[in-house]
């Protein structure tokens, strides 16, 4: 399937849509449990891309085969995801948090050369290091001794956790995209992700304690599963689809960015020198990485392109 500018103007959005959604998080997590806004998030954005599929597709009629597929893009992206993203949101701010994740295009760079034997030329190779030492700048707060010493905090170990199930979300994805439309896909893994986010927060006891969270955090919580959830998650499916993964992920590069700009200026966040500068180099890995990943070695096919 070929891509078009609304492929790469979509991905664009959906980049600033989720910088903005660490903001989102970080206000909603002040207030309520992280599992009972991840619920709610997706009990909302499940009720939207259903209503949709049921207008464009017809009730689903799904195999066992691509249920599975959807419970693992529930477990990985969704279930396990919100779980880091929300906690660790808990304990780091917003911004720093997205520069960590933006670490992600190149840990799909390098799962798609592990598992799926894409091309990995010297310079994507470089790229993934640059990126990778980044991240340790970024999580270390310029002093990478700290991960040796044990001194690297649990937020920071959930918000790279983040980046690696992302990308197994990805790759589970572009299996589904195989059988099911984006739209499809996006509500199956939702769904999944939602019953056991749900199943999770009743065991915790605060699926139902929301006495005294306010507006602001239940606006939060809309934003999360309206804007960040339905309309982003279905975007970067698309793209998935049209220019596969390696690609699309690249765009991900404009979150910490968006998240940067919105936590200065929403959340009065102040970043040190060091962290923009390991968030810088973790930018520049990945546009290494996916600028020769773009130039595959002559007369081999990129697998990505024939997903």
Not at 33 to 54: D, E, I, M, Q, Y
Not at 60 to 83: C, Q, V
Not at 170 to 199: H, Q
Request: with cysteine; proline share 4%; aromatic share 10%.
């Amino acid at each position: 399937m070929a891509a078009t500018p609304a492929t790469y103007v979509k991905l664009v959005a959906t980049a600033v849509v989720w910088g903005a959604t660490w903001i989102a998080g970080r206000v909603a997590v002040s207030e309520a449990s992280p599992l009972a806004v991840a619920s709610w998030r997706f009990l909302l954005a499940a009720l939207v891309l259903g209503t949709l599929v049921v207008i464009h597709e017809g009730w689903p009629r799904w195999s066992l085969a691509e249920w599975l597929t959807l419970a693992a893009m529930g477990a990985s992206g969704i279930f396990l995801y919100n779980l880091c993203f929300l906690y660790g949101l808990k304990l780091i701010e917003a911004g720093r948090g997205a520069l960590v994740v933006a670490l992600t295009p190149a840990v799909v760079a390098a799962g798609d050369w592990l598992l799926f034997g894409a091309p990995m030329s010297p310079m994507k190779a470089a790229g993934i290091g640059v990126a990778m030492f980044g991240c340790l700048v970024v999580v270390t707060n310029g002093d990478p001794r700290l991960l040796f010493t044990g001194q690297v905090g649990l937020g920071e170990w959930l918000i790279i956790g983040c980046s690696v199930l992302w990308a197994v979300y990805t790759f589970v994805g572009r299996r589904g995209t195989r059988s099911l439309s984006p739209l499809a896909m996006t509500f199956g893994a939702s769904v999944t992700g939602w019953l056991m986010l749900t199943a999770a927060a009743l065991l915790q006891g605060s699926l139902f304690s929301l006495a005294g969270t306010t507006w602001h955090a239940w606006s939060a919580i809309v934003f999360l599963g309206l804007f960040g959830t339905a309309l982003a998650f279905t975007w970067y499916a698309e793209a998935v689809q049209r220019i596969g993964p390696t690609r699309s992920a690249v765009f991900i590069n404009l979150v910490p960015v968006s998240a940067v700009i919105l936590g200065a200026l929403l959340l009065d966040e102040r970043l040190e020198v060091a962290v923009l500068t390991g968030g810088a180099l973790v930018i520049t890995g990945v546009i290494i990485t996916n600028q020769a990943g773009a130039r595959p070695a002559a007369g081999v096919k990129s697998k990505e392109k024939t997903a």
